[in-house]
């Protein structure tokens, strides 16, 4: 293995290769494809009576539209200078992607918490995705343009300080380092402090046993998950053709592949639960249309719920673009593999499945519980003090997630010392800011024009 020192050097001789200026700013490429068709083209295979609502949702605001269109991004980056320095990447590090949920042990943690998109990449893509989403969540809030620069500059400024931290640590240091929720609450300030006292209680009240009553009812004698269309759908109302008998035999078979994904002793655990029902669900923006579906067990009694998510998984967006991407063949398991490489601690019921579809057509799965203490911070509520925090805390958890698996002694020698790089990608996101609101303008024409069919208000 190559000495610190070495990898410093690595790092240093990239800077003289791909210095701060050449991320400053964004240009798009000549060939640039038309933003629209491209979103349209990742539909394809989507849940065509779902795909309004993903318009709908997307329309409402340009960091909407940012939330749903890493796709566009990943292109418009693939065109871009990076370091050639490359770490397991989430793909759409974007603001909303980060936020709290338990751990086996049952402490409240935050961390990254979609992976959909994940691969190995450049480090820059999700620093950069996360940096244009906090400049567009500021223009959201009404900040002016210096405080929005103060709080991108924040953030880039902690990722920088966090990789030089992490690059000092040994292994198992970094391996352990994790963001948890009462220990990083000093870091947000007083009305910080308050807001994440109550999304903590919030998030620890969204569990299994809080879904099973809100989402299930006993019906003809049994507990059945309740009608709520579009947005939830049980299975008997989709496919009303098939017998229930020969629907129920096919999940279970679905169910026992799944369960050899899970660590052996996870497997003893779920084998206490046993298969109720199973409904379609709606969910995210980015997500609307995917298959996505909700399984409910219950363990000793009716009221042991447990409650699975089961969603689909697609190619990454960074195929094609990314020129470190891999060529997985199960994007479920893609997914759950970026999952435990980036996370501190990860879901125990984390596992894939390949599953056959009603229309004749295997599809990749991961499954993870559909809630476990989980919560997301209020951005469209946060003052610029606060916004500043939130992205400082949020740079730090990428930073950890990239230490873990990319060369962290290279990255931070990359970045150096002193200002230049915060200021540059600080630029960037401005410049990216400004494409991605004209990107949100062309959707809007699109639907106006009739090219796309959007429904608002679900």
């Not at 343009?145 to 198992?172: C, D, H, I, P």
């Not at 209020?378 to 698996?405: F, K």
Request: aromatic share 8%; net charge neutral.
């Amino acid at each position: 293995m190559p000495t610190a020192d070495q990898r410093a050097a690595v790092g240093r001789a990239a800077r003289k290769q791909v210095p701060p200026s050449a991320h400053a700013d964004f240009a798009p490429a000549a060939d640039r494809p038309d933003p629209v068709e491209l979103l349209l083209s990742q539909e394809q295979d989507r849940l065509a009576e779902l795909l309004p609502i993903r318009h709908g949702r997307m329309l409402a605001s340009p960091f909407a539209f940012y939330r749903a269109s890493a796709v566009i991004m990943a292109a418009d980056l693939a065109s871009t200078p990076h370091s050639g320095l490359t770490a397991q990447i989430c793909g759409d590090a974007h603001l909303s992607n980060f936020g709290m949920f338990a751990s086996p042990e049952r402490r409240l943690v935050f961390d990254l918490n979609d992976f959909d998109e994940t691969g190995p990449g450049p480090w820059e893509w999700d620093l950069l995705r996360l940096l244009a989403s906090l400049e567009l969540a500021g223009r959201a809030n009404g900040l002016r343009r210096k405080q929005r620069s103060a709080v991108v500059t924040a953030a880039a400024r902690s990722y920088r300080e966090a990789m030089t931290q992490f690059a000092g640590q040994r292994e198992l240091e970094v391996w352990y380092a994790r963001a948890d929720v009462e220990e990083f609450a000093a870091q947000l300030g007083k009305g910080g402090r308050k807001r994440l006292t109550t999304a903590g209680a919030k998030a620890r009240g969204r569990n299994s046993l809080q879904a099973y009553r809100k989402l299930t009812a006993v019906t003809g004698g049994r507990r059945r998950i309740v009608a709520d269309p579009p947005l939830l759908v049980p299975v008997a109302d989709l496919v009303p053709e098939v017998e229930r008998k020969e629907l129920e035999a096919q999940i279970r078979d679905m169910l026992d592949g799944y369960r050899e994904t899970l660590i052996e002793d996870r497997r003893r655990l779920f084998d206490r639960f046993e298969f109720v029902d199973l409904a379609r669900k709606v969910v995210g923006v980015g997500s609307v249309g995917t298959r996505c579906w909700i399984v409910l067990l219950t363990g000793r009694d009716d009221q042991d719920p447990l409650l699975l998510q089961v969603k689909e998984a697609g190619p990454s967006v960074l195929d094609g673009y990314s020129p470190a991407a891999d060529t997985e063949e199960h994007h479920g398991r893609r997914v759950v593999h970026g999952q435990r490489l980036m996370q501190a601690v990860s879901d125990i019921f984390l596992g894939w499945q390949h599953i056959p579809g009603f229309d004749g057509r295997g599809r990749d799965f991961y499954v993870r519980q559909l809630r476990d203490w989980k919560g997301s911070a209020v951005v469209e509520a946060m003052d610029p003090d606060g916004l500043r925090r939130y992205g400082r805390v949020c740079a730090w958890t990428l930073a950890r997630a990239h230490a873990r698996s990319g060369d962290r002694i290279a990255i931070a020698a990359y970045l150096g010392g002193d200002d230049r790089y915060d200021q540059a990608f600080a630029r960037f996101a401005a410049t990216y800011a400004d494409r991605t609101e004209r990107d949100h303008a062309a959707f809007a024409r699109a639907v106006a024009d009739g090219r796309v069919e959007a429904q608002t208000g679900i």
